[in-house]
């Protein structure tokens, strides 16, 4: 599918329509307005929302505490993360806030990679075995 940049006149009208303080054309990830309203949209449909929800501030407090200490690197991306956290909690949703959350969990918590499946050694051997029948490289 291939994205399909916004005409002219909608970017006028939107433009005209943030200026006057209407959000309801700004993108999401654009505007801070359009952010906090389409994280509102999200809550309100969710179960447990309300105010004895959970934030986000309070689920990062709790991964942060699981971590291993003593790591100057991890304390610091800890603190970037809690930051971050509060700042969607106050200020809402915004696409680079959100970014540097993700990069910041990541950067956290790689993942770990378990054992492979049997099957897919028996493959990767089949595929060697075939390549090196036709005399090409291994890899």
Known sequence: ???????????????????????????????????????????????????????????????????PAGDPARDVLSASLQRCAEEIDAAGATAPLLRELRVTLAALCPPVRGPQPDWLDELHAKRAARRAAHGWPAG
């Open 1 to 67: 599918m291939a994205l399909v940049a916004d005409s002219v006149a909608l970017r006028s009208r939107r433009k005209r329509a943030h200026a006057k303080g209407d959000h309801s054309l700004c993108e999401p990830g654009r505007c801070p307005e359009a952010g906090r309203a389409a994280a509102a949209r999200i809550l309100a449909a969710a179960p447990e929302a309300g105010p004895a929800a959970p934030s986000l501030t309070a689920a990062v407090a709790s991964l942060v505490v699981g971590l």
